[in-house]
């Protein structure tokens, strides 16, 4: 059976609020992720001049989201073209391997009588 280590707490400020965080992921990136957060809403914050908090949390989720599928999007949309690009490799490397079609040989010229 394998052990998970202990969540720790890490505490982090988004938005002037103070928040602990229990994690099993290194505080480093917890808190990373924390200022990434931030950003992100004060972003949003002055696209809304004067929103309600919750309004401006709301929107950065939203606005997270659209990025993560996205990214999962593109992601999605490059292993198609991967896929493609080893199949067109492979129907490459086939007409490479195999011999090239004869050619028609061209007519004798015609002797003269």
Do not use: C, W
């Not at 965080?21 to 001049?49: C, F, G, P, T, W």
């Amino acid at each position: 059976m394998t052990k998970t280590r202990d969540a720790d707490i890490v505490t982090v400020e988004v938005f002037g609020g103070q928040y602990p965080v229990r994690s099993n992921l290194n505080a480093a990136y917890v808190k990373r992720i924390a200022e990434y957060v931030d950003r992100k809403m004060h972003a949003a914050a002055d696209q809304m001049r004067g929103g309600d908090t919750v309004r401006i949390a709301v929107l950065t989720a939203l606005n997270i989201a659209d990025e993560h599928f996205r990214l999962l999007d593109a992601r999605a949309s490059g292993s198609d073209a991967r896929r493609l690009t080893l199949e067109l490799e492979e129907l490459i490397d086939s007409a490479l391997d195999s011999p090239p079609p004869s050619a028609p040989k061209p007519p004798k010229p015609a002797q003269p009588a």
